[in-house]
């Protein structure tokens, strides 16, 4: 399949007693700086019944524009706080719809 977007999935560690408030500040991440960036698409926020993890996952028009992106998180004043969620990323490409 000839799809350029860059997906990327990053799951997040959280706890029944957090995941609420780890929901509200990724979704306030995203929603105020990360979708703001140019070659931003879509993402979800996915949350597990159990309350342990939170994944996110988003389409960029294409790995550069993503790289670009992280660049600018790096120095975001959030970042401390999404970090003690023990982010863990990782880029994919779309081989197959149904």
Not at 3 to 12: L, S
Not at 39 to 44: E, I
Not at 55 to 82: I, S, Y
Request: hydrophobic content about 40%.
């Amino acid at each position: 399949m000839s799809n350029m977007h860059h997906y990327v999935v990053v799951t997040f560690t959280t706890t029944p007693g957090n995941q609420d408030q780890a929901l509200t500040e990724i979704g306030d991440y995203v929603s105020t700086f990360l979708s703001q960036q140019a070659g931003f698409l879509t993402s979800r926020l996915l949350a597990s019944l159990d309350g342990k993890r939170i994944v996110h996952l988003a389409e960029w028009t294409n790995n550069e524009a993503f790289v670009a992106a992280g660049a600018l998180a790096r120095q975001h004043p959030d970042l401390p706080k999404l970090m003690a969620y023990e982010p863990n990323g990782m880029g994919y490409q779309l081989t197959r719809t149904f």
